[in-house]
């Protein structure tokens, strides 16, 4: 639109329902020291009054049209979605467009909010070892890009942003120009465009966003961490440092991915969980992200393991696919997941919308979703191994190991 | 000033007639195979995927006597060895495909359930009856699996919010076989033996009492042939499910179980009592009610605890329905100095609205978001299957999916307002809270008997 508002139209006539996703292009990475977590907790305020619709009235007058919403913050993008009976989309486009136009921050619900927020830290960092383990390693990882905090933001932090502070992220963040709307579902593309046009043609553009800079220098030694918490078992959480979204590796990483992590078959699922039973899971989080990002091991271990074997075993595996490919069937096992996967996720119009929205913003097209599966197909298994090798290097991983407390000191 | 007219003319209009466009399930093709094993196919497009599922009434309830988690480690273990393949062989037939295995236990039944890229429905359908029929319990298996879920049973204690689940449970059930966790307890996984899941599989699994449903791209004809070649020919089993006793009144009913996680600066709380067995008619009248008491953005406890006052980032309220009973449970959590206002808040909404139920206006709303969202429960393969599964296996009937709507729509205020007063604190609840026992306690004065347990003894 000539407001700088990317909209994107998909119709499934499957059932009466539709689904509406609206990117904007904003995450903790836009933030800095001071007010960590304000795009989390702008998230929850966008829902507690604009212009037209007062506090309370969003949720009010989408459920009452047959309608939910939520959203989600991430480092990099901030995500809101509803799921309507589909007669309800306008509904919907009225709602979304007055709170990106004119959203009206009062104290009193920024007040109670904050609240919400803080409990919301409590269950997700707080009181939970994997959240304490994550907060710890992007603190290590990460010495001066603003992956360094989480999401949610440090406790003191979100205590101390302020109405203003609000203010001018909306002003900033918020303008059509930065923003993508995805709509998929028992739709006209061309009535619904018409509307798309109604409610959000008026909406004036922002300015430019300024740009993060990565100051990132790079590590020249491995780092470590230890946490002591309240729990029966210890676990592991490592990172090593890894590609944007863009880059070319990060396809072949994602293979790399399946073929350690994903089913029971898998690499480190078989080693350390059922050959040698040293853990009672193991995870590789790979996601994509703007900048250049990190891979992440998460290994729950069993209350009598020990962290060195399990470190140690974990290494060996990494070494093997750092030095030797996989075979050509584990190539295609793997392939063959990830286009599953592929396909199961494009089973739901909430899916759909969701996929076109982070590859665009993530990959830069939404055409990804049409030739992503064609573009593992030619992965090689070279290209894999000299992926692991680029990126799973010793000297720069960071680990941090939560211990029982009373342990190990 | 445009806009704002158009928006009220919009509310106008949807709101002026019920959302019932057209929800269907898709055609079923029916059958049984010669051993007596009910199949049910559902052909449904347009991605080639599909899903089956085989569903036995053999969950945590019909765990034998000092057994509990049985059910449920036996299903961990089909997939770990067969007469024909091993855990590594069977792992590599699936994930090759692109296809995943998923064996577990509920309270009421066992299931198995892979999904697929259609073009594997045949050797899919033919590892799922060979985990089913041919397990091999390998003893190696046995004990790391064993040893595995003991570690994980000493691990979840690190998480309050399970160790509050299943607190609630022993704090509503106790001894009934609702009354635990489907993983079991670690004192009584610690004496399961390969024999156990043996004869556990023998008496438990059979044709006769067993459902395989498959939802997705593929062929009627094709699937009753394969069918029948995998199951024709199984033998042995139950002819019926056993009988779940019915429900006694909550054994914590007006009590609180407290227990202590000293280093928690947040306490997770439960109010729980009596619910709605499966099958009951005065589901609709509830879920539109509960729909206005805790389970939706807009319900009374979430604007009491959230929006209001900001004690908790959650609160919701639901009914558990299983065969023989049901539970009605309300669920939050807060910082540890406000446990107390959060548990009087909770239950002032409860008194509430068990005093008047839900407005006019509420029940309103709560219609038209219940059928507005109800589309959304069968857009995928495993949705399909699982609905038609719990059709049959609940016997809800075949309209179930096509009148579920008009159904709701049907519930009047004073409905709403009977299910609330039979259902809501009829009569004391039992609470759970999951804290900083030193601090909650002084807190808890007036609220009946509270009782103190160390978390190691909800393992």
Redesign the interface.
């Known amino acids: 639109m000539p407001n700088g508002l990317k909209v994107r139209l998909l119709s499934n006539r499957?059932?009466?329902?539709a689904s509406v996703y609206t990117f904007f292009k904003v995450g903790s990475r836009n933030e800095r020291p001071g007010i960590t977590g304000i795009s989390h907790l702008f998230e929850h305020m966008m829902f507690n009054g604009s212009k037209?619709y007062g506090p309370?009235q969003f949720?009010?007058?989408l459920?009452?049209?047959?309608?939910?919403?939520n959203a989600y913050t991430s480092h990099d993008m901030t995500v809101y979605h509803e799921?309507?009976?589909?007669?309800?989309l306008?509904?919907v486009f009225?709602l979304e467009s007055?709170r990106m136009a004119s959203l009206a921050i009062n104290d009193t619900s920024l007040?109670?909010?904050?609240?919400?927020?803080?409990?919301?830290r409590?269950?997700r960092v707080?009181?939970?070892?994997t959240g304490l383990l994550d907060e710890e390693l992007g603190a290590l990882m990460w010495k001066a890009h603003p992956y360094r905090w989480p999401v949610i933001g440090w406790m003191g932090d979100i205590e101390n942003i302020a109405r203003e502070d609000c203010e001018r992220y909306f002003r900033t963040y918020y303008a059509p120009n930065n923003a993508a709307l995805y709509v998929v579902g028992d739709l006209d593309p061309g009535r619904t465009l018409a509307l798309v046009r109604?409610?959000y043609g008026?909406i004036p553009p922002g300015p430019p966003t300024p740009p993060v800079v990565n100051s990132e220098p790079e590590q020249r030694g491995e780092r470590r961490a230890v946490l002591h918490?309240?729990?029966?078992?210890p676990s592991l959480m490592l990172g090593y440092h890894a590609p944007s979204a863009r880059d070319e590796d990060t396809l072949a990483l994602d293979v790399l991915q399946y073929a350690l992590t994903?089913?029971?078959?898998?690499r480190l699922a078989?080693s350390l969980?059922?050959e040698r039973?040293l853990v009672?899971g193991v995870s590789m989080d790979w996601s994509w992200r703007t900048d250049p990002g990190a891979i992440v091991f998460y290994l729950?271990l069993?209350?009598?393991s020990r962290p060195q074997s399990v470190e140690k075993a974990l290494y060996d595996e990494l070494d093997k696919v750092r030095s030797h490919r996989l075979s050509p069937?584990e190539l295609?096992?793997a392939k063959?997941?990830l286009?599953?996967?592929l396909?199961?996720g494009?089973?739901?119009?909430s899916g759909k919308a969701h996929a076109l929205g982070s590859y665009e913003l993530l990959r830069g097209s939404w055409r990804s979703s049409l030739d992503l599966a064609s573009r593992y197909e030619a992965i090689s298994a070279e290209q894999v191994r000299a992926a692991s090798e680029r990126h799973l290097v010793p000297e720069k991983r960071s680990v941090a190991t939560l211990l029982p407390?009373g342990a190990g000191r | 000033m445009r806009?704002?007219a158009?928006?009220r003319r919009?509310?106008r209009r949807?709101?002026a007639r019920p959302?019932l466009?057209?929800?269907h399930l898709p055609e079923v093709d029916e059958f049984q195979t010669s051993s007596g094993l009910k199949v049910l196919f559902a052909e449904r497009g347009p991605?080639?995927?599909v899903a089956l599922q085989l569903w036995l009434p053999a969950g945590s309830a019909a765990d034998p006597k000092r057994k509990d988690g049985l059910a449920d480690f036996t299903a961990s273990l089909l997939?770990r060895g067969t007469r024909k393949r091993t855990?590594?062989e069977l792992?590599?037939a699936?994930?090759?495909?692109?296809?995943?295995l998923a064996c577990g236990a509920e309270e009421d039944f066992l299931s198995v359930r892979i999904?697929?890229?259609s073009e594997h429905l045949r050797p899919m359908l033919e590892i799922l009856a060979e985990v089913v029929r041919w397990p091999s319990f390998p003893r190696k298996e046995v004990e790391?699996t064993r040893?595995?879920l003991l570690?994980?049973l000493?691990?979840d204690?690190?998480?309050?919010g399970v160790v509050a689940e299943r607190a609630l449970l022993r704090a509503l059930w106790d001894d009934h076989p609702y009354g635990h966790d489907v993983v079991g307890t670690a004192k009584q996984v610690r004496t399961f033996t390969r024999q156990d899941a043996v004869a556990f599989q023998r008496s438990r699994f059979g044709p006769r009492v067993g459902l395989l449903v498959i939802a997705g791209q593929g062929e009627a004809r094709d699937v009753k042939a394969v069918a029948e070649r995998v199951f024709g020919d199984w033998e042995g089993g139950p002819d019926r499910a056993l009988a779940t006793p019915p429900l006694q009144p909550p054994v914590l009913s007006g009590r609180t179980l407290l227990v202590d996680?000293?280093?928690?600066?947040?306490s997770q709380i439960r109010i729980g009592g009596r619910g709605i067995p499966r099958g009951s008619e005065d589901i609709f009248a509830a879920s539109l009610m509960n729909t206005a008491l805790g389970g939706?953005?807009?319900s009374r406890l979430v604007?009491a605890i959230?929006?209001?006052?900001?004690?908790?980032?959650?609160v919701s309220s639901g009914f558990e329905r299983l065969m023989a009973a049901g539970s009605f449970a309300v669920s939050t959590?807060?910082?540890t100095e406000t446990t107390r206002a959060a548990i009087d808040l909770c239950l002032l909404e409860l008194a509430k609205m068990r005093r008047k139920g839900p407005s006019a206006e509420e029940l309103?709303?709560a219609k038209?978001?219940l059928?507005?969202?109800f589309?959304?429960r069968?857009?995928?393969?495993e949705a399909v299957a699982g609905a038609l599964a719990e059709i049959r296996l609940y016997g809800l009937g075949d309209d179930w999916v096509e009148r579920y709507r008009e159904r709701l729509l049907q519930v009047t205020v004073e409905e709403a307002r009977r299910v609330a007063r039979k259902y809501i604190l009829a009569e004391p609840p039992a609470i759970v809270v999951v804290g900083n026992a030193a601090q909650v306690k002084k807190q808890l004065s007036g609220l009946g008997p509270v009782s103190v347990r160390e978390v190691s003894q909800l393992q």
């Open positions: 499957a059932a009466p329902i037209r309370k949720d009010r007058v459920e009452s049209h047959g309608g939910r919403s799921e309507v009976a589909a007669e309800a306008e509904v009225d007055d007040e109670s909010e904050r609240e919400v927020v803080k409990e919301e409590r269950l707080d009181n939970e070892p109604r409610y008026g918490h309240a729990v029966h078992a994903v089913g029971d078959g898998s078989r969980v059922f039973p009672v729950e069993k209350p009598d069937r295609a096992k063959n997941n286009k599953s996967h396909l199961q494009l089973a739901t119009n407390s | 806009r704002a158009a928006a919009v509310s949807v709101g959302l466009k057209g929800v991605l080639p995927l997939r855990a590594d792992n590599e699936v994930e090759f495909c692109g296809a995943s999904n697929a890229p790391s040893t595995r570690a994980q000493a691990n204690l690190d998480d309050p996680k000293p280093e928690q600066t947040q939706s953005f807009t604007e959230r929006v209001k006052r900001g004690l908790s980032y959650g959590f807060t910082k309103d709303v038209r978001y059928t507005g969202l589309p959304l069968f857009e995928t393969n």
